[in-house]
């Protein structure tokens, strides 16, 4: 263990609620709940987010630039895809109770749940997984960067990116009125391309925060 904790002093932890260490929460259906070295000071180099989500409801894209993540579903079912850096295709990987889906350091990765009360428990070889999130680098970089860098109308740009909240975590946003935010995955995710856990496709379509 690398840790340089006294495990004489009084203020040494070993046991920790995760319940109530909650670190998001959209509504009483969808929240992430967090443990981490602040929340338990023993913990050498791992840390957990206990996730919940209802139907449709999903982990925004966004990866972890200080550590690699083990998704385990422990209920209900979701779909865990993440981009390959080197092969550059998506990988979507459909989870039940009892399946994992690991995810190397540095991937971009987002969860979508298939049905409701879906709960995935999320591990990470951190004492405190950070993250950097879609919709921070979407509404935070200055709109005439990407305009610049892209090839876009500048204005129309700001219009799309409008309603994006900074640090979703978990979207869609309560208030959404998009008419389609109920769809049925089968149109997220083509009937031919969307296999179980086992398989993989390709599907063509800064600043750091703590959990």
């Not at 409801?57 to 690699?68: D, G, L, V």
């Not at 990987?93 to 049905?115: D, F, L, R, S």
């Not at 680098?137 to 860098?149: D, E, F, G, V």
Request: include cysteine.
């Amino acid at each position: 263990m690398g840790t340089t904790m006294d495990y004489t002093s009084p203020s040494v932890q070993f046991f920790s609620d995760v319940n109530k260490s909650n670190s998001f929460k959209k509504n009483s259906k969808n929240y992430i709940n967090v443990l981490g070295v602040e929340q338990l000071n023993t913990l050498d180099n791992v840390s957990l987010l206990d996730i919940f989500l209802s139907k449709n409801n999903i982990i925004e894209p966004h990866y972890h630039q200080n550590a690699a993540e083990l998704v385990y579903c422990i209920s209900g079912s979701a779909v865990i895809s993440l981009l390959n850096p080197f092969t550059k295709v998506i990988l979507n990987y459909k989870v039940a109770p009892g399946q994992v889906v690991n995810i190397p350091q540095g991937w971009w990765h987002y969860e979508i749940a298939t049905v409701d009360d879906t709960h995935l428990l999320a591990i990470f070889n951190a004492p405190t997984p950070e993250v950097i999130l879609g919709s921070d680098i979407l509404a935070l970089t200055p709109p005439n960067i990407m305009a610049n860098s892209y090839c876009l109308d500048e204005n129309q740009w700001k219009k799309a990116i409008a309603p994006i909240q900074p640090s979703t975590f978990i979207g869609p946003s309560n208030d959404c009125n998009r008419r389609d935010r109920n769809m049925n995955l089968a149109f997220a995710y083509p009937h031919s391309y969307l296999y179980q856990y086992q398989y993989q496709y390709p599907y063509n379509n800064f600043y750091p925060i703590r959990w």
